[in-house]
């Protein structure tokens, strides 16, 4: 069930999908830790709304189901609850998650940069490249 503290229903695995529907991630069921599909642990969720990579840097929010990218204001993933926003593709089979590795210890998160206006377009960063610096 969806309620206000959580944008997606509780103890469900969400996949995000890139702008090609191909499944880059998901959020595992504790509602808060992104993880590639080899279990390597990507970024964490702050506050239901925020995702903020493990070494502080505030890489996007959540919007309507979807994530906005923060250097740009464009969609950069979306999911099966995603609403607005650019013309999604078809979502492709999403491949098996393998054990989840150890999650990093979460360094002091940076300051939060102001939003830039959200855009109707897809990310250029629509991809693991989301994930670096």
């Known amino acids: 069930m969806i309620n206000e503290s959580s944008p997606f229903p509780d103890n469900e695995i969400i996949s995000f ?16 830790s992104f993880y590639h599909y080899d ?12 995702m ?18 923060y250097k740009n204001g464009a969609y950069v ?12 593709p078809s979502r492709k089979s999403r491949p098996s998650r393998l054990s989840r590795k150890s ?9 939060r940069p102001s939003r830039p206006s959200r855009q109707t377009r897809w990310s250029e960063r629509s991809n693991m490249s989301f994930f670096s610096s």
């Not at 903020?52 to 990218?69: R, T």
């Not at 999650?103 to 300051?111: D, H, V």
């Open 103 to 111: 999650r990093p210890a979460k360094l002091i998160r940076n300051s």
């Open 39 to 50: 279990g390597t642990p990507l970024a964490y969720l702050y506050n239901n709304e925020y």
């Open 52 to 69: 903020v990579s493990y070494s502080g840097q505030y890489l996007g929010w959540l919007y309507n189901g979807s994530i906005i990218d």
């Open 17 to 32: 999908y890139d702008c090609t529907g191909m499944p880059i991630f998901y959020l595992h069921s504790d509602g808060e």
């Open 77 to 88: 993933f979306f999911t099966a609850y995603s609403s607005g926003g650019p013309s999604r």
